[in-house]
């Protein structure tokens, strides 16, 4: 029986890759665009991110190439390093049977090495647009043996401002071509470049009524900037994260909820504007390796970003547009598989959700932030499993002969099993019990829209402080802490992580020992370890220096 990809026109060594690689049947993108691209049409394919689309026009490519000829005989243009990078694995991956030659042209690099490559010979290039003007600018590729061109994510490419350098690249490349352009919006500005290059091209769109893929669960939670940190710890313990990307809306907040999650114990690694491109390689690599498994994320370093395995999405902050948020989500949930978005709402951003569901066709559920007693139950279950785990390998004869003597000497077993665990798990950052969410619930309206009222049919004002009911008696602190009273708050511009740092880098303690921290306009309230909260006082007579202005703790 025929192979899928056989009665598409794949020839039997590209079908092999394609089994190699995992792919049962074709997605939609690859079942519509191979066989015109065969055909020799030019085609314009429309589809989301994850949908296959890289194989729906690499595998035409290196089908139609005749490799080990000197020059590049087809270009793909992508809009960041990246997505070259990765479609560039991809296509070596694709081409694993054949002698086909590719390389990667993108800023950063040395000139050496690239030039290095083009002086041995290459069958295909896949590059940024910048980069490729800088070599042709510099006569220092040869585009007139290109035959097929690939425009990938064409639509990102003129967000970044490179259509004008796309255009100068398809006046130098033969007019005889065959060119495939991918893209998951069609503006008006790419219709107009695809009408200008393209001669009767093929249209195929993959895009459903949805814009986002039916594999991701879309979630929202209600919740103020300052308790933002404190949710997503609480989520991260609470679900099955294989990899997550969280998005943030600056460069320096990425960096500080990346060191800020490190600290707490959680792997993680910052992507933004300000790393090198060197350091951008290393933190990927690592989070493709699995050894972060949080990658925090700004929209401009994370375009093009193409990575497999991603369970779940976090928008720490909203995206300033639908687009934004549909790129984001479309992260995870790729090839088949299930992904989860979690969208943190500021009471001031609601409206903004309203518009994200009418763009994505579709309502957005709340999502149902674990409680303390979760957790807690979480941490109880995790611990009981590696328990087991250890009984099943035993060796802890010397652990044995301790509990023996420990009974000699009149103690209980039960006792003493239950104080070893109480010692063994110290460790563990304490959970606070205040609520972290916004108390109203988002409804709709007759006319659809969101609203959100109390009981009484009031709105719910967006009130100062950590406190999210405003009007609610705070709670004491957690059995085993203590509550101290910081003299600076939101008016001064403080964040949490300030908070923990100040603490913990003055004094010496883990930031596990700091408990819940109460944000208001003019002061905060910051739980601490009882064990530790003596010398947090008497250190540099209870005084610290934070954001330049001088801090003093008391007892709440």
Known sequence: MASKFEELGLQPQFVQAVEQMGFDQPTPIQAAAIPAL??????????????????????????????????PQALVLAPTRELAIQVT??????????????????????????LRQIDRGVDVVVGTPGRLMDLLKKKLLDLSQVKYLVLDEADEMLEMGFIEDVESILKSIPAERQIALFSATLPQVIRKLA?????????????????????????????????????????????????????????????????????????????????????????????RKNVIHL???TDVAARGLDIENVSHVFNFDMPEDTEDYIHRIGR??????????????????????????????QTIAEYVLPTREDILQKRDERFAEQL?????????????????????????????AAAAIKLARASETPVPSMDLVE????SRNQTGRRDSRDSRGGRDQARGGNF??????????????????????????????????????????????????????DHTLVDVAEKHARLVLQKSGGKYSLRGKTVVLKLA
């Open 38 to 71: 065969l055909e020799g049409r030019n085609v314009i394919g429309q589809a989301q991110t994850g949908t296959g689309k890289t194989a729906a026009f690499v595998f035409p490519l290196l089908q139609k190439i005749q490799p080990g000829k000197k020059t």
């Open 388 to 416: 087991t785990e250890q009984m099943s390998a035993g060796q802890f004869k010397r652990e044995a002969a301790l509990v023996a003597k420990m009974t000699e000497f009149g103690f209980n077993p039960m006792e003493i």
């Open 195 to 287: 009408n200008r290059y393209m001669s009767d091209p093929l249209e195929v769109s993959v895009m459903s009524g949805q814009r986002t893929v039916a594999e991701t669960t879309q979630q929202y939670l209600r919740v103020r900037d300052e308790n933002k940190q404190s949710v997503l710890t609480r989520i991260l313990e609470a679900e099955e994260i294989n990899s997550a990307l969280i998005f943030t809306r600056t460069k320096a907040r990425a960096q500080e909820l990346s060191d800020e999650l490190n600290r707490l114990g959680y792997p993680a690694g910052a992507l933004h504007g300000d790393l090198n491109q060197e350091k951008r390689e290393w933190v990927l690599n690592r989070f």
């Open 332 to 361: 995870t949930g790729r090839a088949g598989k299930k992904g989860n978005a979690i969208t943190f709402i500021h009471p001031r951003e609601r409206g903004r959700l309203s518009q994200v569901e009418n763009s994505v066709k």
């Open 295 to 297: 990658l925090v994320a």
């Open 89 to 114: 694995e991809a296509t070596r991956q694709m081409a694993q049977e054949t002698p086909v030659r590719v390389m990667t042209v993108y800023g950063g690099q040395s000139y050496g090495v690239q």
């Open 468 to 521: 999210p009911s405003g009007g609610r008696a705070q709670r004491g602190p957690e059995t085993g802490m203590v509550r101290l009273r910081m003299n600076l708050g939101n008016q001064h511009g403080l964040r949490p992580g300030d908070v923990v740092g100040a603490i913990a880098s003055e004094v010496g303690i883990s930031g596990k020992d700091i408990g819940a921290i109460s944000i208001n306009v």
């Open 439 to 442: 108390p109203m619930p988002i």
